[in-house]
């Protein structure tokens, strides 16, 4: 089992240089014993991929990934050579996380028609694998079209690890099928032993993305997450996930204490099926606790 982070982790918004932080901030993961770092997709913010390149470039040793990149509206070819370019910078360290995204947040944001979900995630997957495996593609599915006639590829880039942050049964039975694993943000460790782990076949990656903070002062911490999380109960994909777990509100799955809370908050997560967890949020108050966060739970990896 492996531990990691996602970031931006909630303390970058006072940097004068946001990329310059976050590769900072990639070195102290790894001087924590940290053994992953995951770069988060906005639609106007940081380019995961492309930070993801630089920080594993930056970093030797440290694998680097998308936590996660939405597939609407980027074309599979276009996600594909930026992949491609990322592993080839970072030595084989780079994996493509990337996810559906959510129909009433996107599409408004880009206002172009949102594709039929499962679908599209079942085609965007054989385009990537094609790429990947170094095939020549000719693709035409109902939401995605590509065609690449000879085989194409950027040297240093191949076998690229695809997972997907599938949480519902259908987007867990493509993902099983189709991707190396799969990348669930706030399935608790119920939801992720009764749902998630059942769907994906042994040997395939379950990584558990979790919010947890090392603090002396939790009760004051929880109350940013409360606000900061309050939006993901009107996601329709979160709140079923939420209810599989029993938990009226996301920041109810946030580990939030003192080493020991935190530490067997996270062990809960491997006991259920885990092969990895990442920790988001960890700097949500300060950097200082997102310092001490990484500290203690390096201690999880093996």
């Known amino acids: 089992m492996t531990i990691g982070v996602t970031l931006p982790s909630g303390d970058t918004g006072s940097a004068p240089n946001l990329v310059d932080e976050l590769l900072a901030q990639t070195r102290q993961a790894a001087e ?4 992953s770092v995951w770069f988060s997709q906005l639609p106007l913010s940081q380019d995961a991929i492309a930070v993801a390149a630089l920080a594993g470039r930056e970093v030797p040793g440290i694998e680097v ?3 996660v990149v939405p597939t609407y509206p980027r074309h599979p070819l276009l996600v594909a050579s930026a992949a491609l370019t990322a592993q080839a910078a970072t030595g084989g360290r780079f994996t493509l996380g990337i996810g559906l995204g959510s129909k009433g947040f996107l599409g408004p944001v880009y206002g172009v028609e949102y594709p039929p979900p499962i679908r599209h995630l079942r085609e965007y997957l054989t385009v990537l694998k094609r790429v990947f495996a170094g095939e020549a593609v000719d693709f035409e599915g109902e939401t995605v079209t590509a065609k690449v006639p000879e085989p194409s590829t950027v040297a240093g880039g191949g076998d690229i690890p695809v997972i997907v942050a599938a949480m519902g049964p259908q987007a867990l039975r493509v993902t099983g099928e189709l991707a190396d694993g799969t ?8 939801a992720l032993s009764e749902l998630i782990v059942p769907a994906i076949p042994d040997g395939k990656r379950i990584i558990a993305a979790v919010p947890a903070v090392v603090t002396h002062e939790p009760d004051e911490v929880r109350k ?7 939006f993901y109960g009107r996601i329709p994909s979160y709140r079923k996930i939420l209810d599989v777990e029993g938990v009226e509100h996301a920041a109810d799955l946030a580990v ?5 809370t935190v530490l067997e ?3 809960r997560y491997y006991d259920a099926g885990a092969t990895d967890v990442l920790v988001s949020q960890t700097g949500i108050r300060s950097a200082e606790e997102r310092r001490r966060t990484w ?3 390096s201690s999880l990896g093996s």
């Open 256 to 260: 939030i204490g003192d080493e020991k």
């Open 265 to 267: 908050g996270l062990q």
């Open 65 to 67: 990934g998308t936590s």
């Open 295 to 297: 500290e203690v739970i």
């Open 224 to 230: 940013k997450a409360v606000e900061q999380m309050s």
């Open 183 to 190: 990348l669930p943000f706030l399935a608790g460790p119920r």
């Open 32 to 35: 924590a014993g940290l053994r």
